[in-house]
């Protein structure tokens, strides 16, 4: 199966300062990924889309100079909190897929709390 | 807008019994669902999808059914066990992007 997974699985930052949030594919070359947020008892949402080699493409509302996303390589995607606000807190869940595929296979999630 | 939703937040069932949880989309031009399966703390997992040149589906103790005249969706689970309890979420493929996109979710609670 393809296997996604996330780094750290928690983090609990301090307002004002940065975190990194890893996601590999496994067992496949990932040409495309997404980032998620969910915050409790809602349903996912689409942060931004990211193909290998490219930027990534925001969703509406979404800051990009807050959040950085980089991803340089099939197995590599990392999400950057930048100044990071106790609103931030919440559970960020990447998901990666293989060109031309609509599966997106789904990450463990990061749950980060800003004190 | 474009969004795929959910008629009933929670739904609680009896160890053994079947549960059916419903969905309705919005985009008409939608091809590919997805149903997803959440548990406390974890990433969604796939469970079973369908195209829309399908009206049914099956796995194992699972069915989806595709009703494209009236855009909706439900997940039918057989014998439902206490491990099937989670929240579900139905996904399309309807985002401008081409992104997957999410409904609200239905908790699922198992009575022993």
């Known amino acids: 199966g393809a296997v996604v997974s996330q780094h750290p699985s928690r983090v609990i930052c301090k307002s004002g300062t940065s975190v990194k949030i890893e996601c590999r594919s496994l067992?496949?070359?990932?040409?495309?990924m997404f980032w998620y947020r969910q915050f409790p008892k809602q349903s996912l949402m689409l942060m931004a889309t990211?193909?290998?080699?490219?930027?990534?493409?925001?969703e509406q509302g979404v800051e990009k100079d807050k959040f950085l996303i980089n991803h340089a390589s099939l197995t590599l995607s990392t999400l950057t909190v930048t100044s990071a606000h106790p609103e931030d807190s919440s559970f960020y869940i990447c998901s990666a897929s293989r060109r031309g595929r609509y599966e997106q296979y789904f990450g463990p999630g990061t749950r980060l709390t800003v004190t | 807008g474009e969004s795929v939703g959910l008629h009933l937040p929670t739904l609680s069932v009896q160890e053994g019994d079947n549960s059916i949880i419903n969905c309705a989309y919005s985009n008409s031009a939608s091809d590919y669902f997805i149903w997803y399966k959440q548990e406390s703390g974890k990433g969604p997992q796939f469970i079973i999808d369908i195209r829309s040149n399908m009206d049914k589906r099956q796995g194992q103790r699972v069915t989806v059914l595709l009703n494209k005249t009236v855009k909706h969706l439900s997940l039918q689970i057989a014998a439902t066990q206490p491990g099937d309890s989670a929240v579900y979420f139905c996904?399309?493929?309807?985002?401008?992007?081409?992104?997957?996109?999410f409904g609200k979710g239905t908790k699922l609670s198992v009575k022993p």
């Open positions: 067992d496949f070359q990932a040409t495309t």
């Open positions: 996904a399309d493929y309807g985002g401008s992007q081409g992104n997957l996109i």
């Open positions: 990211s193909n290998e080699g490219s930027k990534a493409t925001y």
